[in-house]
């Protein structure tokens, strides 16, 4: 008796008894056209890879550089004098005040503790914790407003002061 699957019925079957297998040519084939087939859309799937990589890495060094180019406008940090101009005063324990701790070492404040207070915001924090701070930023830790005065260009406006502290401004 002789086996029979489905690509044999559709195919001309050798009446004389013969065994032979016409079939596995056209198998070949369609296995070297599949495989032409899978091996394109491989290449076409890493070419879209290598592209998306290279849209993200430049969006990416853009985004690095624009930041970069926001904190070089700002300046390193405040130089002694004018680090000797914030008020320092005495820690004194206040009713409806949240903030008894020092953010900047997480150490809470004790009744007469030198604290440095910021003139923009009025942050305190231990005097050698800014002072460390402020020797390297000229921004409050906490809000990171900036203590120095934005520098105003000849004729300057409103937008022209925000696009050197590194902000959004109107033309």
């Known amino acids: ?69 926001a904190t070089d406008l700002q300046a390193s940090g405040l130089e002694k004098r004018e680090l000797k101009k914030i008020p320092v005063a005495k820690f004194r324990f206040r009713r409806g005040v949240s903030a008894t701790e020092c953010s900047i070492c997480l150490g809470d404040f004790v009744d007469g503790a030198k604290v440095r207070v910021l003139p923009e915001c009025n942050h305190e924090f231990h005097v050698k914790c800014v002072d460390k701070w402020l020797s390297e930023h000229a921004s409050c830790p906490n809000c990171r407003r900036s203590l120095v005065p934005p520098k105003v260009v000849d004729g300057g406006d409103q937008a022209t002061v925000r696009a050197e502290q590194g902000g959004v401004g109107m033309v």
């Open 1 to 69: 008796m002789v086996w029979l699957n489905r690509r044999h019925l559709l195919t001309d079957f050798p009446s004389s008894g013969d065994n032979t297998d016409d079939s596995s040519d056209t198998e070949e084939t369609n296995f070297d056209a599949n495989m032409v087939v899978m091996l394109a859309a491989l290449l076409c799937a890493l070419v879209a890879a290598l592209l998306l990589n290279s849209v993200v890495h430049l969006y990416l060094r853009r985004r690095r550089e624009s930041m970069e180019a």
